[in-house]
């Protein structure tokens, strides 16, 4: 299993910006996949999941800025993030679980300068 996240970096107070997620290694179309995140001295914490069928959930820290979404045919999995906050930076990890096994990428940054 290869999940492989980009996009993120340095975004102004209100901005916007996309993540994605490549997977491989499991039959994409079927799993739930999610985006967590995890600030300095925090927990890592759910941001949006969505289901095989499209069906989404959002942290409620994210609930009206934040749309996750999914193209199947590419093995893709996107965050797109708007009116971003400084409280939104953090290291976003893309996620998938197999079997009771939590699967993770690297990571990828994105910071949200005031």
């Known amino acids: 299993v290869q999940l492989q996240a980009s996009g993120g970096g340095l975004v102004q107070a209100g901005g916007s910006s996309r993540l994605s997620c490549v997977a491989s290694g499991f039959i994409f179309r079927f799993n739930v996949m999610a985006w967590y995140r995890q600030a300095p001295g925090n927990q890592r914490e759910l941001v949006a999941s969505?289901?095989?069928?499209?069906?989404?959930n959002y942290g409620d820290s994210v609930k009206g800025r934040f749309t996750i979404s999914r193209d199947n045919a590419k093995n893709t999995v996107y965050l797109q993030m708007n009116s971003l906050r400084p409280e939104d930076t953090a290291v976003y990890y893309c996620?998938?679980?197999?079997?009771?096994?939590?699967?993770w990428g690297k990571g990828t940054q994105v910071t949200v300068s005031s």
């Open positions: 969505i289901s095989s069928y499209g069906s989404t």
């Open positions: 996620n998938t679980l197999i079997s009771t096994m939590n699967h």
